[in-house]
């Protein structure tokens, strides 16, 4: 009994993944991340992400991660199955599953690459913010357990606010964000992040109806390096929805340092009901 | 020799199939559609989903396409292999894999959706563009026959044409894009043409860099009926890079009716050179 290794932030406690036989784990949702019904589809995602970044085999820093809800995720254990499905000089494709009672509930393909210095530039604008200490912090959402998991301070489109109130676009979010408690960033939180911007039909119709990721896809614009040198400040994120249309829309995220640094895109199609 | 069928489109006989085994194809690359090195990536992605479209447990239709370019694909044949990972209610999701000399030359994940009228908007912003008639067509790249089978009318960023003739956004082009000759639209020449965008990087530094894509999602925004209602008009395609860093970038694009109906969302992660 003389543990002396810090507790595991939560969030390291939630992606945790225990290899098994090769290419093989075993993992469990976490009540911290829980959701309305099931858990958080940001740390479903990181766990898969996790899947590449324990394997023996990783070649790289993730490069992109599509992430496809395939099923509803009960509370409890699951396994995930990691493979290779190819890999070249310096990019490699994964192809991550995650199985409960013997079925697929979510998978994901991923790719992995050695970066190397090139010309960089931006072209997406940087969004208009006020500094984090000047906007308030929202309350965690009682019936969401992951939003207690984050630090999020809203400058437009937070929910439940009259569209009237917002301005701007009709359904564009920027906030402040980043782990609560405070955690370095990396790409399993990175990930989780992108996909912690509510469904935009919410703040658009400003009434409830039942929505849900069904596929999401992160593009990552650091390196393991560079997101290290970030620390635990938190990040701009900005959404914006695309289009509405038969029971689905997009929306596209940003994720920018304080600084003006585009860490990450995030884009990600949603089922909505009426 | 009394075949009275007419001859097949050159996008239909590109991305053609042959049943053999459950699951499983077998195609060929098409020397219409080739690129300076290899296939036209727009065309390899239409012919994964088309493993989907063809297959007799299919529900639905396309809402998402994700495609890996896992490595150079070999002009020639190739070997498709479709599964379906999990089919829900109104949804299911896919897993597709080319392979060429038993190796994974390319994969795709996709989710084909039973959709229902909804409430229906649009957030995205409906390019400002002349007609097409207005707009002079751009003759074929003579290295890349894949783009004498598009007409092509470049309203910016037109490819060659120093940055400071182009005015507006630094890696933006706009054109009017349909098949050549003509096609009725439908969701494969909708899934090629996402990827005709040439890549940004090209616009953006105005000289000659290596690049090619690595990943390609869209997302489709009408249903079988809504594509068929199109007929053989132009699309307004508009595509943006967003950053360009370590050898990597990202550029997302929408394909417009011109009537202001965005059909599909799409983003792409690009490598490149230096």
Redesign the interface.
Known sequence: MHDTQPPAHILDAAVALTPQAANHYTGHTSPAYGNMVGPFGGTIGATLLNAVMLHPERLGDP??L?V?F??PIADGAFSVLARV??T?R??Q?W?V?LQQDG???A?A?A?T?I??????????DFPLAPPPAQVPQSPAHPRAAWTACYEMRFISGMPGQPASEQGG???ETRLWIRDQPPRPLDFLSLAAMCDAFYP?VLL??QSWTPAGT??L?T?F???AAQLQAHGDAPLLGAA?????????F?Q?A?MWTPAGV?LA?S?Q?V????
Chains 1, 2 share one sequence.
């Open positions: 490069l992109t599509t496809n395939a099923a499905m190819r070249n310096s990019t494709h192809m599953e079925q697929v509930a998978f393909t790719i690459a970066r190397r210095d090139t010309w960089s530039e931006t072209d997406a676009h009709p359904s935009r658009r119709r069904v596929a896809t593009y614009h650091a390196d914006r929805g695309l289009r509405f249309n038969k029971g689905f997009d596209s940003e585009l895109t884009h199609v089922y909505f009901k009426e």
